[in-house]
């Protein structure tokens, strides 16, 4: 396995695994009786997001879980946690993974600049047989130095990334490999355009693409200055496929992600996976502390 790759397996049960299978299931269990205590709290049978139903969810190790995943072609899903960054990368100083996206098999990492005066952040590309290449993007007047998350568009060609806080913007860049204006195998990778939203999104930590024109969006939004709810999944609508130039989005919240634990305390939206194959949308949450050594990802169904 090659270091910041964390796939999941199907192996034999070993006895770790059982074990953390038990704490989960005692978790799980008080996490039912909270949530039949507490009126209003939606169950996984009855919670719906705009056109998606909740069907089940499962605890990771946020080591190796926490940022966000991705479905890999013929390989299943690929995680990314705090303990996912590969060596090398933190001595260069790309201390921090972000939500990773697939394409063609390819792998795109977000990676942020964690030492001193940032002017640029990076794509990490790892290919289908296993080469891996730096894009590094300088960043643009303005722009922010934060890297949460990559969400390449179904034709490849274009990736979409985003920057930290309040913001009526996402960024557009040509998809590192896949698109023909980009070096084969790395270098700088130039801002292509932006998508400005209708309306302003605050802390987005994943985003993934569910058709050419529409996204589906996790964020950490604390405040409900904003919309209804915090953390919303919101659903962004583009006004045309993009081409490489600026377009305009309209943005609707679907409601809050789910917030359900046996501890209390604040939660953290993390990334999300949309699989073209199953359809299925996956959101994962990082619990309360303790809970938070397990990261919980929260499967969807139109």
Not at 212 to 228: I, K, Q, R, W
Request: proline content about 7%; charged content about 20%.
């Amino acid at each position: 396995m090659r270091a910041g790759f964390t796939f999941e397996s199907r192996g034999d049960v070993t006895l770790r695994t059982m074990i953390r299978t038990r704490i989960v299931a005692t978790l799980a269990a008080a996490t039912a009786v909270l949530a039949a205590a507490l009126p209003g709290t939606a169950t996984a049978d009855t919670l719906r997001l705009g056109p998606w139903k909740q069907t089940g969810s499962v605890a990771r190790p946020s080591a190796t879980s926490n940022q966000g995943l991705a479905t890999v072609r013929g390989k299943g899903l690929y995680y990314t946690g705090n303990g996912t960054v590969p060596d090398e990368l933190k001595t260069a100083g790309w201390g921090h993974v972000g939500d990773p996206d697939s394409a063609r098999g390819h792998v795109f990492d977000a990676y942020q600049w964690t030492a001193a005066d940032p002017t640029a952040k990076m794509f990490l590309v790892t290919t289908p047989g296993g080469a891996r290449y730096r894009y590094v993007h300088p960043l643009a007047p303005g722009e922010m130095m934060n890297n949460s998350y990559a969400a390449v568009t179904p034709n490849g060609q274009w990736l979409v990334s985003g920057e930290w806080g309040t913001m009526n913007r996402l960024l557009v860049l040509p998809t590192p490999v896949l698109n023909p204006r980009t070096p084969r195998t790395g270098g700088t990778l130039p801002l292509a355009g932006q998508i400005t939203l209708d309306r302003p999104v605050r802390d987005v930590q994943g985003c993934d693409f569910v058709t050419a024109t529409s996204l589906v969006c996790a964020t950490d939004d604390t405040g409900t200055d904003l919309f209804p709810t915090t953390k919303q999944l919101l659903r962004i609508t583009l006004s045309e496929p993009l081409r490489g130039r600026d377009v305009t989005a309209t943005v609707t919240s679907l409601g809050q992600v789910p917030l359900v634990s046996a501890c209390s305390g604040e939660f953290e939206t993390e990334g999300v996976d949309y699989d073209k194959t199953s359809g299925r949308l996956r959101v994962a949450v990082v619990p309360p502390s303790p809970c938070d050594v397990d990261t919980t990802i929260y499967t969807f169904q139109r």
